[in-house]
C-alpha cells in the first residue's frame, strides 16, 4: 500500500513543477520521495504516516527556538487579532528596525522585506545605483537567492541539482557577474585590477552555508575590506543564514569585519516568510522614497512576522550560549562516530551550524566541497532517517540545532549517526 505521502507527492507532480515548491525538497539528491509533514513542535516533526524525526533542518535555518515556541506562536496568534496585513506602518516595524541596529552596529539604517532572496537582489540595486557602476563579484558556491545576476556557480539547489547556473538568465547579466573561489585573494585583487572603476560591490556569505559548510581562512574577509575600500566598492555580507545565528550580530560581530551593506533574513521571522537589508545610511538613503534607487513590497514589514518575538526570546534566555553548550556535545558525538567508522568524511561547525563532508579535508572553498561521495551521502542519509533523525537531503546543505534540541535528542543522533556509518 502507498503511504499518504507518496500519494500526495504523485498529485502534487501533476500541479506543481516537480512536485515541490522549492527545488532541493524534491529528494531527488538522494534518490528518493520527500515526505510531507503533518505537523511539527519543538526538536521534531511528524510526517503525514505517522513517523516522527528529530529534525536538524529547521525550515532551513529560521527555527533556532525549535518548531512552534509558544512566544513565537502567541505573539503571531496576538498580531493576527489585530489584522494580517495593512499596507501602511505599524508599529511592529519600527520595534524591529530599532533591535536590527542595536544588534548590528554595521546597520544605520534598515529595510523589512519578504525573502532573502529579495534582500540580496536589493542590495545589489542600491550598491550599483551608490556607486554608478554595474559588475559585481560573488564567489564561486555562495548562494544569493534566485537573483539573475547571482545565479552564477551558486549553491543550493543550484548546485545540489547540478545546474549553478540557470536557463533564463540573460547573458549580459552573466556578463556583469566575476565569480571567484572562496578564499583566494590573489583572485580577487586581479579582479579589481582588470575592472578598475568598474565593480559596485563584492558580496559573499561570510561563512559559506550552501555548498555545505566551510569557512573563511585568517585573513580572507579582513582583506576583502580593505580591497572594497580601496577601490571605491561596497562590501555586502549576505548573512541570512548566519545573521543572528552563529552570534547575536551575526558573522561580522565574530570576525570584526564591517560591510557596507547586509542582507537579513530566516531566524527574524521565526518561520514566517521575512527579510531585510541595511547598511550605513548614506547609501541606505539612496532608496525611494528619499532617492533614486526604487524598491517596494506590499507585505514587507508586515505585523505577523514583525511580531515573531523570536530575537527578543533569543536574547532571554541567552540562546546563544545554549546552541554553543548544544553544538558542542554533537561534534564530540559526530566526531566519535566519525572516528569509529574510519572512512574519509570532514566535520565542520560553528555555533549551532554544522556539516558532514564525505570527502577528506581540508574543504575551503566549492571545488574541495565537491570532492564529496554523493552515493555515500546518500546512504547515510536514507540509514539516519530510517532511524528517525533528519538531516537535509543534500550534500550541499548546512544542518541546524535549535534551542529545542535536548542533550537526550543529541545523544539518540549521536548513536543514529554511528549506527548509520557503520552500514556504509
Same mark, same amino acid.
Given at each position: 500500500m502507498a503511504s499518504r505521502s507518496s500519494e500526495l507527492f504523485h498529485t502534487a507532480q501533476k500541479r506543481i513543477p516537480g512536485g515541490v515548491n522549492s527545488p532541493v525538497r524534491a529528494f531527488r539528491h538522494v534518490g528518493a520521495e520527500p515526505f510531507f509533514v503533518e505537523r511539527a513542535e519543538g526538536a521534531k516533526v511528524r510526517d503525514v504516516d505517522g513517523n516522527e524525526y528529530i529534525d536538524y533542518v529547521g525550515s532551513w535555518g529560521p527555527a533556532i527556538l525549535g518548531h512552534a515556541p509558544k512566544v513565537v506562536v502567541d505573539a503571531v496568534r496576538e498580531a493576527t487579532a489585530r489584522g494580517l496585513s495593512f499596507g501602511i506602518p505599524n508599529p511592529l516595524e519600527v520595534e524591529m528596525a530599532e533591535l536590527i541596529c542595536k544588534w548590528m552596529p554595521s546597520i544605520e539604517k534598515v529595510r523589512m522585506v519578504?525573502?532573502?532572496?529579495?534582500?540580496?537582489?536589493?542590495?545589489?540595486?542600491?550598491?550599483?545605483?551608490?556607486? %554608478?557602476?554595474?559588475?559585481?563579484?560573488?564567489?564561486?558556491?555562495?548562494?544569493?537567492?534566485?537573483?539573475?545576476?547571482?545565479?552564477?556557480?551558486?549553491? !543550493?539547489?543550484?548546485?545540489?541539482?547540478?545546474?549553478?547556473?540557470?536557463s533564463g538568465v540573460p547573458q549580459g547579466f552573466v556578463d556583469l557577474t566575476i565569480s571567484l573561489p572562496f578564499n583566494d585573494v590573489h583572485l580577487v585583487r586581479k579582479a579589481f585590477r582588470g575592472n578598475r572603476n568598474q565593480v559596485a560591490a563584492v558580496i559573499l556569505e561570510p561563512i559559506p552555508a550552501n555548498a555545505g559548510l566551510y569557512f573563511p581562512e585568517e585573513s580572507f574577509l579582513s582583506i576583502l575590506r580593505e580591497e572594497c575600500t580601496s577601490h571605491?566598492?561596497?562590501?555586502?555580507?549576505?548573512?541570512?543564514?548566519?545573521?543572528?545565528?552563529?552570534?547575536?550580530?551575526?558573522?561580522?560581530?565574530?570576525?570584526?569585519?564591517?560591510?557596507?551593506?547586509?542582507?537579513?533574513?530566516?531566524?527574524?521571522?521565526?518561520?514566517?516568510?521575512?527579510?531585510?537589508? %541595511?547598511?550605513?545610511?548614506?547609501?541606505?538613503?539612496?532608496?525611494?522614497?528619499?532617492?533614486?534607487?526604487?524598491?517596494?513590497?506590499?507585505?514587507?514589514?508586515?505585523?505577523?512576522?514583525?511580531?515573531?518575538?523570536?530575537?527578543?526570546?533569543?536574547?532571554?534566555?541567552?540562546?546563544?550560549?545554549?546552541?554553543?553548550?548544544?553544538?558542542?556535545?554533537?561534534?564530540?558525538?559526530?566526531?566519535?562516530?566519525?572516528?569509529?567508522?574510519?572512512?574519509?568524511?570532514?566535520?565542520?561547525?560553528?555555533? !549551532?551550524?554544522?556539516?558532514?563532508?564525505?570527502?577528506?579535508?581540508?574543504?575551503?572553498?566549492?571545488?574541495?566541497?565537491?570532492?564529496?561521495?554523493?552515493?555515500?551521502?546518500?546512504?547515510f542519509f536514507h540509514a539516519c532517517l530510517k532511524r528517525g533523525v533528519y538531516f537535509a537531503p543534500s550534500q550541499f546543505e548546512t544542518g541546524f540545532i535549535s534551542t529545542a534540541h535536548t542533550r537526550e535528542n543529541i545523544e539518540c543522533t549521536g548513536a543514529v549517526m554511528r549506527e548509520a556509518l557503520e552500514t556504509l
Open positions: 519578504n525573502s532573502g532572496t529579495e534582500a540580496t537582489m536589493s542590495c545589489i540595486r542600491l550598491a550599483r545605483g551608490f556607486t %554608478g557602476r554595474d559588475k559585481i563579484i560573488k564567489f564561486d558556491g555562495c548562494y544569493h537567492g534566485h537573483v539573475d545576476a547571482l545565479l552564477v556557480k551558486s549553491g !543550493s539547489g543550484a548546485l545540489t541539482h547540478g545546474q549553478p547556473n540557470s571605491g566598492a561596497l562590501l555586502v555580507f549576505d548573512e541570512v543564514m548566519t545573521g543572528f545565528r552563529v552570534a547575536r550580530g551575526g558573522a561580522q560581530e565574530i570576525y570584526r569585519i564591517k560591510p557596507d551593506l547586509t542582507a537579513l533574513g530566516k531566524v527574524i521571522g521565526g518561520g514566517l516568510p521575512v527579510g531585510a537589508f %541595511g547598511g550605513r545610511a548614506e547609501i541606505m538613503d539612496q532608496l525611494s522614497p528619499d532617492g533614486p534607487v526604487y524598491q517596494a513590497g506590499t507585505l514587507s514589514g508586515n505585523p505577523l512576522a514583525m511580531a515573531a518575538a523570536q530575537l527578543r526570546e533569543l536574547e532571554r534566555i541567552n540562546g546563544w550560549k545554549l546552541l554553543e553548550e548544544l553544538g558542542a556535545q554533537f561534534e564530540q558525538l559526530a566526531r566519535e562516530a566519525i572516528a569509529h567508522a574510519r572512512i574519509g568524511i570532514t566535520f565542520h561547525r560553528i555555533g !549551532s551550524m554544522f556539516c558532514l563532508f564525505f570527502a577528506p579535508g581540508p574543504i575551503v572553498d566549492l571545488s574541495s566541497a565537491k570532492r564529496s561521495d554523493l552515493k555515500m551521502f546518500a546512504k
